[in-house]
Structure formats: structure tokens, C-alpha cells
């Protein structure tokens, strides 16, 4: 059965970064944009970062261009808005697609693993978030529209359980 330990993908400085370096973490997979109405979810994803990176939480950032061409820089100018705009200090990937036929594998994955409103799996817009537990399996999906803020009681909770 597949986790998230079995994906491989590229950082944002084009180096391949295994995703089983966060094993035995809760990790926080969203993918972002820069021109997004809901940009400012940094600084509420940066929080959640900040507040629990110590007890096990990883945040990781997947620009995506898909909608609304609303991530339309390159890597060094995504890293740079994220840094100077809402201090994110947490792991920023190269630009993907999370869906279609160049969809990135965890993504495709992800979709499988939690289903949208109405069981479709396609993401719909910027900052869908996909929580995944310490045992490296998904817990839940959430919309763009879910804040940062409501994450925090999925996130303790999933903090406390030990790992598989």
C-alpha cells in the first residue's frame, strides 16, 4: 500500500528530495500560487508551521500554474514572494501540475487517497490542502476555502498519534 514515503520530488532549487525524509512527521501538502485570492493562506500556513514544526510538522509548498495562470513566475521568483512577502520558511517544490496527464505522481496519488466534493478527484483550485498522518497515509482533504486556522484541531490530533 502506497504512502507518501514512496514519492520522490523536485525542491524548488531543482534538487530531488525523497519525501520519506519526513517520515514519522504529520505532513501539510498544499499547492500554491502566487496571484491567488488565496495567497494569503502563506501567512496562516507559515503559523501552523511555526507553531508546530517542532513536534512534528512539515509544510510543504507545491506551486501550480493550472488555475488561472496565478503562479506564472519561475522558481527564484516563487521563493522569493514566499520569503520576502510572508517570511515562509517551510519547503517550497518546483512548479508542478496537479492534475491531467502531467499531473506529479504524488498528486495523482493524493487524489486517489481522499476524493473532492461529490468523489471527484481533481483539484479544483490553489491551496487544496492534503493532511497526512505520521504512518504516511492521508487523513483528509481540504477545500481552498478551508483556512489554515481550521486545520489546527486535524493537526494536534494527528500530532499525538504515534507513528505506525
Given at each position: 500500500m502506497p504512502s507518501i514515503d514512496d514519492f520522490t520530488v523536485t525542491d524548488i532549487e531543482g534538487k530531488p528530495v525523497p519525501l520519506a525524509r519526513f517520515r514519522g512527521q504529520v505532513v501539510l501538502v498544499v499547492n500554491v500560487a502566487s496571484r491567488c485570492g488565496f495567497t494569503p493562506q502563506y501567512e496562516g500556513l507559515q503559523a501552523l508551521y511555526r507553531d508546530y514544526r517542532d513536534q512534528g510538522l512539515a509544510v510543504l509548498g507545491f506551486p501550480c500554474n493550472q488555475f488561472g495562470r496565478?503562479?506564472?513566475?519561475?522558481?527564484?521568483?516563487?521563493?522569493?514572494?514566499?520569503?520576502t512577502r510572508f517570511g515562509v520558511s517551510f519547503p517550497l517544490f518546483a512548479k508542478i501540475q496537479v492534475n491531467g496527464q502531467q499531473a506529479e505522481p504524488l498528486y495523482r496519488w493524493l487524489k486517489r487517497e481522499k476524493t473532492g466534493?461529490?468523489?471527484?478527484?481533481?483539484?479544483?483550485?490553489?491551496?487544496?490542502?492534503?493532511?497526512?498522518?505520521?504512518?504516511?497515509?492521508?487523513?483528509?482533504?481540504?477545500?481552498?476555502?478551508?483556512?489554515?486556522?481550521?486545520?489546527?484541531?486535524?493537526?494536534?490530533?494527528?500530532?499525538?498519534?504515534?507513528a505506525a
Amino acid at each position: 500500500m502506497p504512502s507518501i514515503d514512496d514519492f520522490t520530488v523536485t525542491d524548488i532549487e531543482g534538487k530531488p528530495v525523497p519525501l520519506a525524509r519526513f517520515r514519522g512527521q504529520v505532513v501539510l501538502v498544499v499547492n500554491v500560487a502566487s496571484r491567488c485570492g488565496f495567497t494569503p493562506q502563506y501567512e496562516g500556513l507559515q503559523a501552523l508551521y511555526r507553531d508546530y514544526r517542532d513536534q512534528g510538522l512539515a509544510v510543504l509548498g507545491f506551486p501550480c500554474n493550472q488555475f488561472g495562470r496565478q503562479e506564472p513566475g519561475d522558481q527564484a521568483q516563487i521563493r522569493e514572494f514566499c520569503t520576502t512577502r510572508f517570511g515562509v520558511s517551510f519547503p517550497l517544490f518546483a512548479k508542478i501540475q496537479v492534475n491531467g496527464q502531467q499531473a506529479e505522481p504524488l498528486y495523482r496519488w493524493l487524489k486517489r487517497e481522499k476524493t473532492g466534493l461529490l468523489g471527484t478527484e481533481a483539484i479544483k483550485w490553489n491551496f487544496t490542502k492534503f493532511l497526512i498522518g505520521r504512518d504516511g497515509r492521508v487523513i483528509r482533504r481540504y477545500a481552498p476555502t478551508d483556512a489554515p486556522q481550521s486545520l489546527r484541531a486535524d493537526i494536534e490530533t494527528a500530532l499525538r498519534a504515534s507513528a505506525a
